[in-house]
């Protein structure tokens, strides 16, 4: 009735829970980005499809995974390091099962194209319920009505009547983003900041962003971009961010795990800033010599000097 679409790359570690967390799917499917693990193996063991695809760019990614060969409508989207509670899944089987009771005779454009569920972030066992700043997603989607774009911090895209193609769901998938360490977390958004501080610097940002559209816009994506593009445009936003998320927001009530979460997002943020600089000025410089006028040629009378064998 629902199939199950997970990403991959070197993730012997969370996937065997991944997977036993969607045992009742009967159609799981991996994509995996050329691991050098055991991930292939195990997720073959376990009974998936496996299909391979050297990484390029997060949406690409997904949207070549949006194309595989699906046996069921609906697809469950899973990261590796997450886990569909029990509850989560016998709720997505009944609304997919009511959504087919229902369907003759329904206009396509106020057909429902996905569901949008909770996502709970785990550290040090503890849920971080007030540190999370987007804590909603939609992961159960008919793939002939979605679409993924941005290279990184993809957005999600379905077709149809806004409000009305998109549903919630009650329950929650859980994410556990540390379970590989502290250092395979920074070494992983040492990578993100990169990539969207060259993002950044070559889309240069939404040129007018209105505040307005980011505080009452009913889109969830049109919102977060004038969001986005007011953010990046406020002075020490990394410390604008720490703050937001731990009084704001409340992290503090999360406890030590909330703390330290807002932290690292606020050394993630500033990782953006400090690379996006670097671009801009690395690009200034590239045109100061391009613009430059071209120097006299200078005629010099030089005397040669033999070659010899010891010279490098």
């Known amino acids: ?23 009742w799917s009967d159609d799981v499917h991996v994509l995996d980005s050329c691991s050098t693990d055991a991930t292939v193996e195990i997720a073959r063991a376990a009974g998936a499809s496996v299909h391979t695809r050297v990484f390029d760019d997060y949406a690409s990614q997904r949207n070549a995974g949006l194309r595989l060969p699906f046996k069921h409508e609906w697809v469950f989207l899973l990261d590796a390091d997450e886990r569909a509670t029990p509850e989560l899944a016998v709720e997505m089987q009944q609304v997919v099962r009511n959504l087919a009771r ?8 106020l057909q429902v194209s996905g569901f949008r569920l909770r996502r709970r972030d785990f550290l040090f066992g503890t849920w ?35 409000g009305l193609c998109v549903k919630d769901l009650q329950h929650a998938v859980d994410h556990y983003p540390f ?29 007018n962003p209105s505040l307005r559209t980011a505080l009452t816009e009913k889109d969830f994506h049109l919102r977060r971009r004038h969001q986005k593009a007011l953010f990046y445009r406020l002075p020490a936003r990394h410390v604008v961010k720490w703050a937001y998320m731990m009084f704001f927001r409340g992290a503090l009530l999360d406890g030590g795990a909330g703390v330290i979460y807002a932290t690292l997002q606020s050394f993630y943020e ?28 200078q005629v010099v009378h030089a005397i040669a000097e033999p070659t010899s064998s010891h010279r490098r």
């Not at 009735?1 to 045992?23: F, G, H, Y």
């Not at 999370?132 to 957005?155: C, D, G, K, W």
């Not at 379970?179 to 993002?199: C, D, I, P």
């Open 128 to 162: 971080l319920r007030h540190a999370q700043i987007s804590p909603f997603y939609i992961r159960l989607v008919r793939p002939s009505r979605t679409s993924y774009s941005r290279a990184i911090n993809e957005v999600l895209h379905v077709a149809g009547d806004a």
């Open 102 to 109: 229902n369907a003759d005779g329904c206009d396509p454009n």
């Open 1 to 23: 009735m629902i199939s199950v679409l997970i990403l991959t790359r070197n993730e012997q570690l969370d996937l065997p829970a991944a997977l036993a967390s969607v045992a």
């Open 179 to 207: 379970n590989k360490g502290f250092a395979h977390w920074v070494s992983k958004h040492n990578l993100y900041s990169t990539m969207e501080a060259e993002l950044i610097y070559r889309e240069q940002g939404l040129q």
């Open 270 to 297: 500033y990782l953006i800033v400090v690379k996006t600089e670097e671009l801009r000025r690395a690009g200034q410089r590239v045109e100061q010599r391009t613009d430059a006028p071209a120097a006299p040629v």
